[in-house]
């Protein structure tokens, strides 16, 4: 069974119970109607599994996912034609395409 929830503020979002999963699914819209982000939460309403960000024109600008809230892995950031590669460690930058950081650089959340 699945359990959609539609509210309306700042941004329109959808929120979904995904009870075969056990997650709750969200979609956020910028206010043209396009995707702003997607992804999931855990029953604790923290960020749990992939998330997806896009700009205003409905391109993807990052991904990655989360875990119980943190940061974890790799998580890919698009802008002007680049790509950023950039590997969490401990909800902290580990590395920023390959090249490992000593200091925690960003934790942008």
Do not use: P
């Not at 929830?5 to 109607?33: F, M, P, R, S």
């Amino acid at each position: 069974m699945l359990l959609t929830i539609c509210t309306y503020g700042q941004k329109d979002k959808e929120l979904t119970l995904n009870e075969e999963t056990g997650l709750i699914e969200a979609v956020y819209y910028h206010d043209n109607g396009e995707i702003s982000q997607k992804g999931t939460f855990n029953l604790d309403r923290k960020l749990h599994g992939e998330w997806i960000s896009y700009n205003v024109e409905g391109i993807k600008i990052a991904q990655g996912s989360y875990e119980k809230g943190l940061r974890t892995g790799t998580w890919f950031f698009w802008s002007n034609n680049a790509m950023k590669k950039v590997e969490y460690s401990n909800n902290a930058v580990a590395s920023i395409n390959g090249v490992k950081s000593a200091t925690k650089l960003a934790d942008n959340h």
